[in-house]
C-alpha cells in the first residue's frame, strides 16, 4: 500500500473542519491536520495576502480522486489547491495504521 499527503487550503478554519470530519467520517483520510498560515499570490493580475488554514491530509494513494472530489465540492474556492505528495517512507506501524482507517 502507498500512501500519500493531500494538502489544500481553505479561506476558513471551519471550512477546513468541515472537509477534515467529511474525509474522516467517510474514511477517505485516515489523518487530517489543520495549520494556520498566510499566504501570498496573484490573482486576477492582484497581489493577495491571505490568512489561510493548510489542510494536511495522510490516505491511500488510491483515494486521491476520491478526495480530490470531495474538497471541490465542499471548498469555498473557484481554484482550490489540491496537491498530491507520494510518501516514499513510513514506518510498518504508520502504514498499518493508515490501511486500518481508510477504505480504498
Known amino acids: 500500500?502507498?500512501?500519500?499527503?493531500?494538502?489544500?487550503?481553505?479561506?476558513?478554519?471551519?471550512?477546513?473542519?468541515?472537509?477534515?470530519?467529511?474525509?474522516?467520517?467517510?474514511?477517505?483520510a485516515a489523518c487530517v491536520q489543520l495549520s494556520e498560515v498566510e499566504s501570498f499570490y496573484t490573482?486576477?493580475?492582484?497581489?493577495?495576502?491571505?490568512?489561510?488554514?493548510?489542510?494536511?491530509?495522510?490516505?491511500?494513494?488510491?483515494?486521491?480522486?476520491k478526495v480530490k472530489s470531495k474538497i471541490k465540492e465542499y471548498h469555498s474556492y473557484d481554484v482550490p489547491e489540491i496537491i498530491e505528495i507520494d510518501i516514499t517512507n513510513s514506518s510498518k506501524k504508520y502504514l498499518k495504521f493508515i490501511g486500518e482507517n481508510t477504505n480504498e
Not at 11 to 28: F, G, M, Q, V, Y
Not at 44 to 65: A, G, H, P, Q
Request: proline content about 0%; aromatic content about 6%; charged content about 30%.
Open 43 to 65: 490573482w486576477n493580475d492582484e497581489f493577495c495576502s491571505d490568512n489561510e488554514t493548510l489542510v494536511s491530509i495522510k490516505t491511500r494513494k488510491e483515494n486521491f480522486e
Open 1 to 28: 500500500m502507498k500512501i500519500v499527503l493531500i494538502q489544500t487550503t481553505c479561506a476558513s478554519r471551519a471550512e477546513a473542519k468541515n472537509i477534515a470530519k467529511i474525509l474522516i467520517d467517510s474514511k477517505l
